[in-house]
């Protein structure tokens, strides 16, 4: 059962819009609070992005990812 509360990611840009939801973003930052592994982060990694998260593991995944 431990399968069904796994996260995923979603394909459908209906369902997950992204940072297309922002619009035009040029000359702002950006921060996502709560942002947990960063997913929504990894679409704005051409922009001045920032992620808060609570949890240190969280915040190390994002680092490396955004390397």
């Not at 942002?35 to 922009?47: P, Q």
Request: glycine share 12%; with cysteine.
């Amino acid at each position: 059962m431990r399968h069904l509360f796994r996260w995923t990611r979603t394909c459908d840009d209906d369902a997950d819009p992204g940072a297309g939801i922002l619009g035009d973003v040029a000359g702002r930052q950006i921060v996502e609070l709560g942002c947990g592994a960063g997913d929504k982060l990894s679409y704005l990694v051409e922009r001045p992005a920032r992620g808060v998260d609570l949890a240190p593991a969280r915040s190390q995944s994002i680092r490396a990812r955004a390397r």
